[in-house]
């Protein structure tokens, strides 16, 4: 499988969609279906029965995976959205933003 560009904890910027240019940091990724969950972004209604967590039930809102193809990781120093390469250093293969060449943490 190839290296995904985004991370969890990773703050992106959407490129497509109804929530297009919003940012986001990442809760999870879901590497085999190539999709991520973004922090208040591509959010759904949910009808979910009473529980333990919702004792009321009722209609929840919650985010829902969106493509990686549509999201770009935030550049550090300049805070727009850049591609990201890797390099190795040192051993390690690290990854850093196209546009201002700054390490990607």
């Known amino acids: 499988m190839a290296k995904l560009h985004i991370k969890k904890g990773d703050t992106v910027c959407v490129l497509a969609g109804d929530d297009k240019g919003k940012t986001g940091r990442v809760l999870s990724i879901k590497a085999k ?16 029965k009473p529980s333990a967590k919702h004792p009321q039930g009722g209609i929840i809102k919650m985010e829902a ?41």
């Open 33 to 48: 279906e190539n999709r991520a969950i973004v922090e208040g972004i591509n959010m759904v209604s949910k009808s979910t």
């Open 65 to 105: 995976p969106i493509h990686l193809s549509n999201l770009n990781v935030v550049d550090p120093k300049t805070g727009k959205p850049t591609r990201v390469g890797f390099k190795k250093e040192e051993g390690k293969t690290v990854r850093y933003s196209k546009k201002s060449g700054e390490e990607i943490k």
